[in-house]
């Protein structure tokens, strides 16, 4: 989920005639931003479950 919205990002900069390269740079900090807090929190999840 979090890569098409990294795409849609790209894609309303293009549409738009924004700066595309940094649209990407962006597109990518948010994917791997949202990645590791899902990570994260999916992670701190199973510890709760788990009693720890």
């Known amino acids: 989920m979090y890569a098409v919205l990294a795409i849609v990002i790209v894609v309303v ?22 990645t590791a807090w899902s990570w994260w929190r999916f992670r701190r999840r199973v510890e709760q479950e788990r009693g720890g």
């Open 13 to 34: 900069a293009k549409f738009t005639h924004g700066d595309v390269g940094r649209a990407i740079l962006g597109a990518a900090a948010f994917f791997v931003v949202a």
